[in-house]
């Protein structure tokens, strides 16, 4: 979970499962300074704090990806919202993706959220072998980045 300033409730059910299934948190060193009783109450539950340093407007992106890969962690799924999904996508971390459209419509808040941090990319993210399929009145789009098929030694030029 990418929670830099531990916000995350205590009586989440996140934390009251983490006893029984592995809980990581990224988070600042910072905030553990400042908040040293919410990170402590934090792992009393069961959850590990993987606590980056001091990064000066970069990423902490690499440190987690080195911390996932250090414990043997070769897949990652990124739920999240259109900053984290940008996130990823300028280091350079994504080999498939796979979004899903509902027939709705967001209204207010909501609308003017969606794009913000895919529309402050500045490049291109090209998706190849891209499969769209439906349920019901859901359309599931899926597609492989240049890094995956460079990672299977595959030229698509």
Do not use: W
């Not at 830099?4 to 989440?12: C, E, K, T």
């Not at 799924?77 to 350079?92: D, H, M, R």
Request: charge should be negative; charged fraction near 20%.
């Amino acid at each position: 979970m990418l929670d830099s300033h531990l916000r995350i409730p205590l009586d989440s059910q996140l934390l009251k499962t983490a006893n029984k299934t592995p809980v990581l948190i990224l988070t600042s060193e910072q905030t553990v300074r400042q908040n040293p009783q919410i990170a402590e109450q934090v792992a009393k539950k069961g959850a590990e704090l993987l606590v980056f340093g001091d990064i000066s407007g970069q990423s902490n992106l690499p440190f987690l990806m080195e911390q996932l890969s250090s414990r043997g962690i070769t897949q990652l799924l990124v739920e999240g919202g259109p900053t984290v999904i940008a996130s990823f996508i300028k280091e350079n971390l994504v080999d498939e993706v796979c979004v899903y459209i509902a027939p709705k419509l967001l209204g207010g808040l909501g609308a003017a959220g969606i794009n913000k941090g895919i529309a402050e990319l500045n490049k291109v993210l090209e998706l190849h072998y891209v499969s769209v399929k439906t349920f019901d009145d859901d359309i599931h789009i899926t597609g492989l980045t240049n890094n995956a098929l460079e990672s299977i030694g595959i030229n698509e030029t």
